[in-house]
């Protein structure tokens, strides 16, 4: 009976002591962009969060609502910001209407790839970068996946040749993207993911894109259109990934930060892979359709590229930030140049580069 007593009073007394008493668990709420009838990037939120209160559990719990369930789509960023939110899932080029350098943490037309943009964030500084772009919102950020190319221009007109976006109207994400479509002669028409198969229906717009074959299948865009035109040049990669308030973050301890940011390097690998292994699936479910398969010619895209370089360069003289991120992107590609080159033959199609001196003189203007 004294040992029982002895150690009830020791118990007592250890939860008595400031650094020996449990910490009371942390309660975030995470909004996002997306529902989850988009599948692939609802489900790297759902991953992201289902890892952090696995490997947290007891010190932080976070709770995701989808698009529309706290705020809409498009004020997450805003609910972050203000605290109403401690987290949200988003593609950073949603919010190149605050500062164009967001539409190049998200894609950049001819940009990037996959493997460019993971090795980027991880070694090349990019995940830095990130982070100081969203510091001027108060937030810091963390992607956790890399979406692979995107399916391109779905409708029912044939695109083989530049001239052929002439008169389109396209649905288009993207502040880059949308001046070169300009420069194409087609008019971007910027609508939420959810109403394209309506506006495909109704004549609203005359092609678009939307996501990946996977996606563009479960919006149900193979109901309503009979061309498949590519390449997706306007993303080659998008990155996803998890604003978190400023404030929410430093309320966190040390290991718990830790353990945030290894759940979305986890999150990576988990959501990268997916993405890829549900678009090989669904591109041949296209394929059985027997949907038109368009491809731009080698010269064109040529253009393309130099339409990019300069879309690039003249928004880096209006911006020092976007001109900031750019110039770290390619510096990056810059350094792998040599080896891409060698490799290309059985790789990814070779580096090339914009006019780094400009971008480099004006990122220097950048705070």
Known sequence: MKK????????????????????????????????PAIATLFGADVTFVKIVNEICAGELSIKLHQAGEIVPAFETFGAVQNNTLQAG????????GKDSAFTALGALPMGLSQMDFLTWIYQGGGLDVYSEVYGKFGMLYFPYAAIPAESGVRGKFKITKLDDF??????????????MLNDLGAVQVMIATPEMYQALERGMIDGGELGGPFL????????????????????????????????????????????????AMATMIESTTNSNMVDYVHANKWAEKGVGMNLLGPEDLAKIQAMAFKAFEDEAQKNPLFAKVVYSQYKYLETAAAFKKIQAP????????????????????AK
């Open 346 to 365: 059985v790789d990814n199609r070779p580096p090339m580069l914009p006019n780094m001196d400009l971008l480099k003189k004006a990122a220097e203007g």
């Open 216 to 263: 563009d299948w479960n919006m149900g865009i193979h109901e309503i259109t009979t061309e498949w035109n590519g390449p997706g040049w306007h993303q080659p990669c998008s990155i996803i990934g998890v604003m978190i308030n400023k404030k929410a973050w430093e309320e966190l301890p040390p290991n718990v930060q830790n353990k945030v940011k290894y759940a």
């Open 89 to 96: 899932g988003d593609v950073p080029f949603y919010w190149a």
């Open 4 to 35: 029982v007593i002895v150690l009830v009073v020791a118990v007592t007394l250890m939860a008595m002591i400031p650094g020996i008493t449990a910490a009371k668990e942390i309660k975030w709420r995470m909004g996002t962009t997306w529902v």
């Open 166 to 179: 002439k008169g389109k109207k396209i649905r288009m994400a993207g502040l880059i993207q949308g001046k």
